[in-house]
């Protein structure tokens, strides 16, 4: 079983839905990230949290440290957010700040 | 551009062929990471550098793969004698300490 979990795998959406892509983990960690990554393979930090939730723009993530999971929202879903969302947490047991990540979940918005 | 960088973007080689890959971090950062990324899969972590110092390895990290960060500034990741399953997206991370990590667009290796 793998540390990092994220479902769906695949999501498909209209435009202007709102969608949740969920991340649960196993292990003690001591922040998780939430990436996102287009094709052709550049990655893009989207949000570093360790408690609670933030926001940017259309997006939000929010985390549970008791149950161990997190959630990225997108509000007013647009073709442009089509891509693949990637979960990674630091744990807490390993040294320095090196990243577990889950699989990812391929985003496609239809307009 | 003052992101991350990589060079090059695409590696073709054949098998047993040597391969090094470079990375740029942002000036000021002085963490740098190297994850690697088959199809498909999220990226892994192979090791990473606080300044000069090489503080992690993973046990993918084989004795056929190198990388150094001789001035605490660029790194370099080699491969030796490559085998078809070292086909991968290569992806290099740079951070201030623990705070967010910034990446590169990646070097994709096709061994054939």
């Known amino acids: 079983k793998n540390e990092v979990e994220q479902s769906p795998q695949n999501l498909t959406a209209q435009e202007g839905e709102f969608i949740t892509i969920n991340c649960s983990y196993s292990?003690?960690?001591?922040?998780l990230h939430w990436l996102q990554q287009h094709p052709g393979g550049g990655i893009v930090s989207l949000f570093m949290l360790s408690s609670g939730k933030k926001k940017h723009g259309r997006l939000i993530a929010t985390i549970n440290i008791q149950e161990k999971h997190s959630s990225l929202h997108i509000t007013a879903s647009h073709p442009r957010d089509s891509a693949v969302y990637i979960c990674a947490v630091k744990v807490t047991e390993t040294s320095g700040s090196r990243l577990t990540f889950g699989e990812g979940t391929q985003l496609t918005v239809n307009p | 551009d003052t992101g991350v960088s990589q060079d090059p973007r695409h590696k073709i080689t054949k098998r047993g062929q040597n391969v090094t890959f470079r990375c740029d971090p942002i000036s000021e950062h002085n963490r740098l990471y190297w994850y690697r990324q088959t199809l498909g899969q999220g990226p892994e972590f192979l090791t990473y550098?606080?300044?000069?110092?090489?503080?992690?390895k993973s046990r993918l990290l084989s004795d056929r793969f190198s990388a150094e960060r001789p001035k605490g500034s660029f790194s370099t990741l080699e491969i030796q004698r490559t085998e078809q399953g070292d086909s991968a997206m290569y992806l290099c991370?740079?951070?201030?300490?623990?705070?967010?990590?910034?990446f590169g667009a990646g070097t994709r290796l096709s061994v054939l």
């Open positions: 550098f606080q300044n000069e110092a090489q503080l992690e």
């Open positions: 292990v003690g960690i001591s922040a």
């Open positions: 991370a740079s951070s201030i300490g623990r705070d967010i990590q910034y």
